[in-house]
């Protein structure tokens, strides 16, 4: 964040900052320059001009996605060493799942690998760029790197299209979004967001609850099962059936009342961890003060 910044703002910025710092023990990584990120993931958030809850905004950042992605971009090669063994396979999976061509996926995965790392080496003055520049901690690294790929693959599809209307072609652009601008996309996703809490309100109580758990407060199974009283396969059975429902729920939703095609569907599905102004902690119910405590302490955990 830099010396102009609001005072107030970098004051509401410490708590999260210092969350990031901590994950980034291990590479070193500078407060400033997770406060510089902050401010331009606040920036692409886009809320304060929404008037949205900044502190709500803050606590949903995945800090230590974030913090490894700030160390990747620093150039630390133990953070490189993490990242590569932690989300290579993870890429290359996407990109064959998503192209169902190997050779095309390869393409995809090599390049944007290349674009990871970044472009530049500094000789000629300028800083060397990489696609984790464009990474805010919004969503997990994971899901970040497969809508990249998804759209890698779109981009390919429509370059390849020679003879549809050059007008039809929208210029692609994954660093910054710029579909995100469109009045169409914006109001799909408005859409999207208000079924989704919809069909969220519509769950039993304890249905919400597990995905509270699950979701929220980020707890695992073994906890969620102590916690509820049912065994680990229960929850987990639970749990998947809830996301189904909820999936069919939202699905049949779109396409009936809204007249949603397929295509769209998946449109809002594959940019709403990005693009939705939802946040599974304005509609789940939070953790009762004592498990929060219990957290805290470490008793039962």
Known sequence: MTAEAPAKLKKQCAGAAARIVRFGTEW?????????????????????????????YLESIRAEDLALAIACRSGDAAAWETFIGKYRQIL?????????????????ADSMWAEVYGVGNGVDGTKRRSLLDY??????????????VAQRHIDSVRSSRRFEPLEDIETPDSHNDSHNDEP???????????????????????????LSFYYRD??????????????????????????????ANVESELRKTHRMSAEQIQHCYAHAAEDAP????????????????????????
């Open 184 to 210: 169409a996309h914006l109001r799909m996703m408005e859409i999207f967001t208000g079924v989704l809490g919809a069909s969220l309100a519509a769950l039993s109580a304890k249905d919400r609850m597990r």
């Open 278 to 301: 939802f946040r599974f902690g304005a509609e789940l119910p939070p953790v009762g003060a004592g498990l929060v405590s219990q957290k805290k302490e470490g008793g039962s955990f």
């Open 92 to 108: 290359y999976a996407s990109a064959r799942a998503i192209c169902r061509d190997e050779m095309a996926a390869r393409e995809i």
């Open 135 to 148: 990474f805010h901690g919004r969503s997990s690294l994971a899901t970040w790197m497969r809508a990249i």
């Open 28 to 56: 070193k990584i500078s407060e400033a320059e997770v406060l510089e990120t902050l401010a331009r993931s606040i920036d692409s958030w886009g809320g304060l001009a929404r008037a949205e809850s900044l502190e709500d």
């Open 218 to 247: 980020e707890l695992t199974l073994r906890e969620i099962a102590r916690l509820t009283g049912d065994h680990e396969s229960t929850v987990s059975r639970k749990l998947e059936r809830t996301r189904g429902e909820l999936r």
